[in-house]
């Protein structure tokens, strides 16, 4: 071949391999990995409470120190400071801690109260005992008061529940109600407010305030400047800020009043682009979104096509332990495989995570300002050996799909274990678009599909919703998610 004809050659790339690295590697090298394969063990935050187990350790420390306390000559003195900070005793010692406002008091006592207790404390086990808990659990309430008012903020928000509620420690969640021991004070509500109005939303900034009777001057600033927003209405939706399609005050400009014809103009530009998919759920079709929230339990559509069965593939292993697979939705394809995993199988993918969980940023990054009312799970990352390839062999037999390849240095995501604590959500997301990001093929290929598999049950709320297909699915510990974000299309042709 000649130079000339060499330059004219076309090449074409039939399969790539990529070098072999922690995917083969053996389960006591275990380390928690980010996305890219980087070991992250450096970044776990010791002293930060998030998951719901990190907050029932707390919280059994807590009850410790307290009946201690009781049994000491401190106890005047601690009793004294509970009377500054208004709080009673049995608040403390009867707490739920599956209820948020519960939750959200017992980060404010971690935050402020039981500081300040070790300042009185003169048993010096006892101020041993709360020196350590503090060095565990212990953060300033700039930074767990903004993450917690995110995590109640949330709970109202995506369940549209009326803040006046949660005020008073009162959820209400299809025919049930929760009530906390503990309850909200004003400097509470103005916490969350503020951090609707740090979020960029106005609408429930103005409805936690309006909620309150004591503070109807900061409810008055509010409403200024919502409509303020409406009559902006360019910047307001280009910068995506929420707010009502109406003007609060009826003194507001024309702009503002005329706000919802604009509303309902791009409402129909945008949920047109695809592209921005999330623009268009999140500030403009949000009503959807509630409305699969609030619907207590597992739910789907109810279309004749929504079947359970027994599936084995005509395998004969199969045929004597089948999958039961309930199919949900063909498109996009949505379907939940009924105990896949087992009590045991959870309880070690939960023990063996608990020293490797490190706290995540859902929304922004590492390398942005560490806010904290981003930071919405606990999350670490496994390799597919061991145990884990276990598990993988039985994801490959109910889903047919060839998860791992040991010779690859990408296939698929590793396992990817998350516990999102009080109030933590992943924002409305297509995990790609129709064809795959450039940055993709650096780690083997676009998305074909996604599965979830549930370690816990929750007592209300907590759904992976599916807006389009008006599906929300209830975690079931030992169930399986599984979707394709994927279109398919079946082409006949007639000769």
Not at 93 to 107: A, E, G, R
Not at 390 to 419: C, G, W
Not at 461 to 472: E, N, Q, R, W, Y
Request: net charge negative.
């Amino acid at each position: 071949m000649t130079d000339s004809e060499y330059m004219k050659t076309l090449w074409t790339v039939d399969k790539i391999r990529m070098r072999v690295d922690y995917e083969t590697s053996d389960e006591e090298s275990f380390r928690m990995f980010n996305g890219d394969g980087k070991d992250i063990y450096n970044h776990k935050s010791i002293n930060l409470i998030l998951s719901f187990q990190d907050i029932q350790i707390c919280y059994a420390k807590e009850l410790n120190i307290v009946t201690e306390i009781l049994n000491t000559e401190d106890i005047d003195d601690f009793m004294k400071l509970l009377d500054i900070h208004e709080i009673e005793l049995n608040t403390i010692k009867q707490s739920d801690m599956n209820h948020p406002v519960d939750i959200f008091n017992l980060y404010k006592r971690l935050s402020i109260f039981w500081k300040e207790a070790q300042q009185i404390l003169k048993n010096e086990n006892l101020r041993r005992l709360l020196d350590n808990f503090l060095e565990a659990f212990h953060q300033d309430w700039k930074f767990y008061g903004r993450m917690s008012a995110v995590g109640l903020l949330n709970i109202q928000m995506y369940h549209d529940l009326d803040p006046r509620d949660i005020i008073n420690g009162v959820i209400k969640y299809g025919d049930k109600i929760y009530k906390s021991k503990s309850k909200l004070t004003l400097d509470d509500v103005k916490l969350i407010a503020n951090a609707a109005k740090q979020d960029n939303k106005l609408d429930v900034y103005v409805r936690w305030l309006r909620s309150v009777p004591g503070l109807h001057n900061e409810y008055q600033i509010a409403a200024e400047e919502h409509d303020l927003a409406l009559a902006n209405w360019e910047e307001t939706l280009v910068n995506g800020v929420r707010t009502l399609t109406y003007p609060i005050n009826g003194n507001a400009s024309e702009a503002a009043k005329g706000f919802r014809n604009i509303f309902e103009q791009q409402m129909n530009n945008v949920c047109r682009n695809p592209e921005i998919l999330h623009t268009c759920k999140y500030y403009f079709q949000f009503q959807n979104i509630q409305n699969l929230c609030k619907e207590p339990g597992h739910s789907s559509a109810p279309r004749p096509e929504n079947i359970c069965l027994n599936i084995n593939y005509l395998d004969p292993y199969l045929k004597l332990g089948p999958f039961r697979l309930e199919h949900l939705n063909t498109e996009p394809v949505v379907e939940v495989f009924h105990n896949i995993i087992y009590e045991d199988e959870i309880q070690w993918i939960k023990d063996m995570s608990l020293e490797y969980m490190a706290t995540a940023y859902l929304i922004g990054s590492r390398e942005e300002v560490e806010d904290p009312g981003n930071l919405r799970a606990k999350q670490a990352y496994f390799a597919t050996t061991g145990q884990w390839k276990m598990l993988s062999n039985r994801l490959e037999l109910a889903t047919t799909l060839k998860i791992h390849n040991p010779n690859y240095r990408y296939d698929s995501e590793n396992f990817q274990v998350v516990n999102f604590g009080m109030g933590g959500i992943t924002e409305i997301h297509l995990d790609e678009a129709e064809l795959p990001h450039s940055s993709a093929f650096h780690t083997g290929g676009g998305f074909f599909a996604t599965n979830i598999l549930y370690l816990s049950n929750n007592i209300a709320g907590g759904k992976t919703l599916f807006p389009d297909a008006g599906i929300g699915v209830y975690p079931e510990a030992g169930a399986m998610l599984f979707f394709s974000s994927k279109e398919y299309h079946l082409k006949i042709s007639k000769e």
